[in-house]
């Protein structure tokens, strides 16, 4: 059957404050910020598990996982070759109390490391010691899909170059590594459940001055609102595939307005002017997920070149509390 959806899922944390589950920690973290951010956060959790909803009425046997976050190699993707990894999604000492603890298929992994090495991906294993360490970038979204976890739906990880991700300059750098993943996924017997771990820009302005909330001033991430804006505008249009026009460079610093569209190849050539967009200022937006998202897009091209398939997209939200912008949306392949 192979790919049946693929899920964009934020890893910011404070997803987690708008968790209408939380314990005492959350209660007191969410006491710092204002009520806009705290709704802000409800609705990042609410879409977060209405988008697992959604993938879970797809039927995945397996999960692929991308992320930004774990285990990177310099110049090659990472493919970890653990059975089990486990982890929570402290940061700056919060949030320890969200864990994942999950089984890694270690048969699927080591044969996509194999398919992708001859087509000529760069690409090398990842095996560390005991269980593979999981953080933020790998919790957050796992929480959410944890139903699946649980039930014995194993999981593979693959993790992005450090240097390639951060260079990248065009969308066709990705297109190998999109079709070669595509190419394998798609001719699986199981069903696929393909997930991007990732946030928009960084570098929006905030009005919370908690530190926990706020960028470390070591990182040199200076606000660039607008800039922030048109990138955030434009990876939203990319998965809405609307028609791409170069003047539309600002709109609402939220979109909570669900949308659902017939993701075909007319949407897709729309879409890659809004992500080519979305990858020239890149370099000021700072956004951890771009290379994810090119990727998938190149994933998702190949997969409609079969005859008679296309994809629905459902956007969920576009939301940033605080200096990092975050999107929640998935896309179903039609029956």
């Given at each position: ?65 991308n992320t930004p976050h774990g285990m990177s190699l310099s ?135 908690f530190p926990l909330y706020q960028p470390d001033p070591r ?117």
């Amino acid at each position: 059957m192979g790919i049946v959806s693929c899920l964009i899922l934020p890893h910011g944390a404070m997803t987690f404050d708008g968790n209408p589950n939380g314990g005492s920690p959350t209660t007191e973290r969410v006491k710092v910020i204002s009520e806009s951010q705290r709704r802000d956060c409800n609705a990042l959790f609410a879409a977060c598990s209405k988008a697992a909803e959604l993938a879970r009425a797809t039927s995945p046997d397996v999960i692929v996982l991308n992320t930004p976050h774990g285990m990177s190699l310099s110049r090659t993707v990472g493919v970890y070759l653990n059975t089990t990894a486990k982890g929570n999604a402290e940061w700056n000492g919060q949030w320890t109390e969200f864990e994942v603890d999950i089984a890694l298929d270690t048969d699927l992994s080591t044969k996509l490391l194999d398919h992708l090495q001859s087509d000529g991906v760069a690409a090398e294993g990842i095996f560390a010691f005991a269980e593979a360490p999981l953080r933020w970038g790998e919790v957050i979204p796992l929480y959410f899909l944890q139903d699946f976890t649980k039930a014995g739906v194993k999981v593979v990880i693959t993790g992005n170059p450090i240097k390639t991700r951060r260079d990248f300059e065009t969308l066709s750098k990705t297109t190998l590594l999109g079709r070669s993943m595509a190419n394998f996924l798609g001719g699986l017997d199981q069903r696929v459940l393909y997930v991007v771990s990732g946030d928009l820009s960084h570098t929006h302005e905030s009005d919370c001055q908690f530190p926990l909330y706020q960028p470390d001033p070591r990182w040199n991430m200076p606000p660039a609102p607008d800039t922030a804006l048109l990138f955030d505008l434009a990876v939203e249009n990319w998965v809405k595939g609307v028609t791409f026009s170069a003047e539309h460079t600002m709109g609402p610093v939220k979109s909570l307005e669900e949308k659902q569209v017939e993701w075909d190849g007319a949407a897709a050539k729309e879409a890659a002017q809004w992500l080519t967009k979305a990858i020239a200022v890149k370099d000021t937006a700072l956004s951890c997920g771009i290379y994810g998202f090119a990727v998938l897009h190149h994933m998702l091209v190949a997969e409609m070149e079969k005859p008679c398939t296309s994809f629905t997209s459902h956007f969920l939200c576009r939301l940033a509390p605080t200096y990092y912008g975050m999107m929640v949306a998935i896309f179903i392949k039609d029956q």
